[in-house]
């Protein structure tokens, strides 16, 4: 028995990782190079994971635990992830490309996997994994909404933008991290008040680029352009990505009014995203505005921010625990499209549909994590009928079942979420892997 999976993003190289290593065939399509979406420029797969995509990966946040979970699953993307970090404190970066490429040698070089470079403007017969993304050719989208009989749900997410380090001017900017975490890993660019209101101002009232059916209300909040945020309120920003407090300036010994942090974005160091800024202003826009943070006057950008309308499925109402299709078993979705948000989530729903999967092609009960684990708990999450007003939605551990006994303390009650979590895998889940 072949699987076929549709697409060699992280959600979809991870299914079929997760099948291959469990004995199974698998024929992986991916359209490119024959063909491109506007966000593609690399053959390799997994090409659009952003250097800080993964996360935080501690244990006393939602992402730390699922990543941790993943890991003892065997997921390929946590492996490839793992052996190309780049420093960023508590948070797991990649080197995008390095990883790109790691991840797409090891799913063609397994015996196991068939690669098969085409367009899939309908989803074939047996069984079949679709993990095509939110970035879903017209094609095949056509062909999802006449298997699951809807139009499908959508939202805008947007990328932030690169520029060189060599053209920062440290003069004005600082390498640290917030709240001592790791190493100084960040360049951190301090505004005073006026710098920041009238930063505010501009973004406030830049061009922004026709993204057509976008307006403020239909943005997913955990990727809101910068400018959305900035036209929230004045000190919105503040308290998200221009958060100051624990960035003392070295120089001055005291927090400044805001503070734009630069993440590094590959393993050499010699390119830096802006950390939180999400856009869709137009390019010219983008240099101009960003050009008034202390620090990037003179910054090469080496790509602009852009954004992108993703659609998802109602899945609540079309797919069960097992991302399959309720009245069609045989055909399982993984990735953005099922309502998971963010890199890893997508990759953990991939994790679990590729492993399902196998279980019952081999005649083995199926795993069914519970809700008590990250990767149990989203893909319960996404297949709540009660859920009305179905959103894109992050781990965290709000979708975990609660301990249900009293710990003191915020930090220590996560941590204890986690510990529970990981006590499954060590009892009840033995054997999965």
């Not at 920041?196 to 057509?212: D, I, M, N």
Request: aromatic share 8%; charged share 25%.
């Amino acid at each position: 028995m072949e699987v076929t999976v549709i697409g060699a993003g992280l959600a979809g190289c991870e299914a079929a990782w997760q099948l291959a290593q469990r004995g199974v065939d698998v024929r992986l399509v991916e359209m490119k190079p024959l063909k491109r979406t506007p966000a593609h420029s690399s053959d390799d797969f997994g090409e659009l994971v952003c250097s800080n995509s993964l996360r935080s990966g501690e244990l006393s946040t939602g992402p730390g635990l699922l990543k941790e979970e993943m890991r003892r699953l065997g997921s390929l993307i946590m492996t490839c992830a793992d052996e190309n970090l780049v420093p960023a404190g508590g948070a797991v970066a990649v080197d995008r490309h390095a990883f790109s490429a790691a991840v797409t040698a090891r799913i063609r070089s397994h015996p196991k996997i068939r690669v098969e470079n085409a367009e899939v403007t309908e989803i074939p017969e047996g069984t079949v994994i679709v993990a095509s993304g939110p970035l879903t050719s017209d094609a095949l989208a056509e062909a999802i909404r006449r298997k699951t009989g809807g139009e499908g749900l959508s939202f805008y997410d947007a990328a932030a933008p690169i520029v060189t380090f060599e053209s920062i001017d440290m003069a004005k900017a600082y390498l640290g991290s917030r709240y001592d975490k790791g190493d100084a890993d960040y360049v951190n660019c301090p505004m005073s008040r006026e710098e920041y209101l009238a930063f505010r101002e501009a973004l406030c009232t830049a061009e922004e680029a026709a993204v057509h059916g976008f307006d403020d209300g239909c943005v997913f909040e955990g990727c809101m352009p910068v400018e959305v945020m900035a036209r929230r309120g004045e000190d919105t920003m503040r308290y998200g990505p221009l958060k100051p407090v624990g960035l003392k300036d070295p120089r001055t010994g005291k927090e400044a009014y805001a503070v734009v942090q630069l993440r590094r974005d590959n393993a050499e160091g010699t390119l830096y995203n802006l950390v939180g800024f999400q856009t869709h202003l137009r390019f010219p826009e983008q240099k101009r505005v960003f050009g008034m943070i202390p620090g990037l006057e003179n910054a090469e950008f080496v790509r602009y921010g852009v954004m992108h309308r993703n659609t998802y499925l109602d899945s609540p109402r079309l797919l069960d625990r097992y991302y399959r299709l309720k009245k069609e078993p045989r055909i399982r979705f993984a990735g953005q499209m099922t309502g998971v948000e963010g890199y890893i989530e997508s990759t953990a729903s991939g994790l679990l549909a590729g492993l399902e999967t196998a279980r019952e092609l081999l005649g083995l009960s199926p795993a069914d994590f519970p809700k008590e684990t990250a990767v149990g708990a989203l893909a319960l999450y996404i297949s709540d009928e009660s859920v009305v007003e179905f959103q894109p939605m992050n781990i965290n551990f709000g979708i975990l079942s609660p301990l249900g006994y009293r710990v003191k303390g915020k930090q220590n009650k996560k941590l204890e979420l986690s510990a529970r979590a990981l006590r499954w895998y060590d009892e009840a889940g033995k054997g999965i892997v």
